[in-house]
């Protein structure tokens, strides 16, 4: 198993972030919401480091489904708006790949009435983003492979993991110590 940050990395990780977010919101409250299934450990975790006002909120939106390793058409669920009317907001999500699912949220996000619209990623593989989106936030820059654990799925699997690793679809997961 090929680990790409560890839970150790993850948490210094997320309390970095929290410092910066604490230095760049000074003290306003902040609406913190974050897309659902990916985000929801980074969320959680993030949360609970913050020392500024916060509420957060979810927000359903697929972008990668079933077995396809590259995202497909982005599809926002829009049943919930979050209430984020004079709030400052912070949409975040667990990877910022192509870039097309944070942009397409971030685009509807300016029509809800927030003071100011942010992202941050716990991922961010630069080089397959496509130029003129990119996340104001990130923990960590990855190469292109395809990555589960801390949120992040295979076929809904692994999300679970406290670590985020390296997974290849191609080789079964008892191989990579993974359970299948
Ligand atoms: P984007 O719209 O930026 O291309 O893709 C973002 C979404 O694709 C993420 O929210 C995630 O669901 C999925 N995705 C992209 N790369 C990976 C990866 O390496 N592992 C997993 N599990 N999902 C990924
Ligand atoms: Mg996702």
Same mark, same amino acid.
């Given at each position: 198993?090929?680990?790409?940050?560890?839970?150790?990395?993850?948490?210094?990780?997320?309390?970095?972030?929290?410092?910066? *977010?604490?230095?760049?919101?000074?003290?306003?409250?902040?609406?913190?919401?974050?897309?659902?299934?990916?985000? *929801?450990?980074?969320?959680?975790?993030?949360?609970?480091?913050?020392?500024?006002?916060?509420?957060?909120?979810?927000?359903?939106?697929?972008?990668?489904?079933?077995?396809?390793?590259? =995202?497909?058409?982005?599809?926002?669920?829009?049943?919930?708006?979050?209430?984020?009317?004079?709030?400052?907001?912070?949409?975040?999500?667990?990877? *910022?790949?192509?870039?097309?699912?944070?942009?397409?949220?971030?685009?509807?996000?300016?029509?809800?009435?927030?003071?100011?619209?942010?992202?941050?990623? *716990?991922?961010?593989?630069?080089?397959?983003?496509?130029?003129?989106?990119?996340?104001?936030?990130?923990?960590?820059?990855?190469?292109?492979?395809?990555?589960?654990?801390?949120?992040?799925?295979?076929?809904?699997?692994?999300?679970?993991?406290?670590?985020?690793?390296?997974?290849?679809?191609?080789?079964? =997961? =008892?191989?990579?110590?993974?359970?299948?």
């Amino acid at each position: 198993m090929r680990t790409v940050i560890s839970a150790d990395e993850l948490r210094t990780g997320i309390a970095s972030l929290a410092r910066r *977010l604490e230095t760049h919101y000074q003290g306003q409250p902040v609406m913190i919401v974050g897309l659902l299934n990916g985000s *929801l450990l980074f969320l959680a975790d993030l949360v609970r480091e913050l020392r500024i006002p916060v509420e957060y909120d979810t927000l359903r939106v697929s972008a990668y489904r079933g077995e396809a390793t590259t =995202a497909g058409a982005v599809r926002v669920e829009v049943g919930h708006v979050p209430p984020v009317r004079g709030r400052h907001l912070l949409l975040l999500d667990d990877i *910022l790949d192509t870039g097309a699912t944070l942009q397409a949220v971030t685009e509807l996000a300016r029509g809800w009435g927030a003071l100011s619209v942010r992202t941050a990623v *716990l991922l961010w593989k630069r080089d397959r983003t496509r130029a003129g989106f990119l996340p104001d936030e990130y923990i960590r820059e990855i190469p292109d492979v395809f990555v589960v654990g801390y949120g992040l799925d295979y076929n809904r699997k692994y999300r679970q993991l406290p670590k985020i690793v390296e997974f290849d679809p191609s080789i079964p =997961a =008892a191989r990579q110590g993974l359970p299948s």
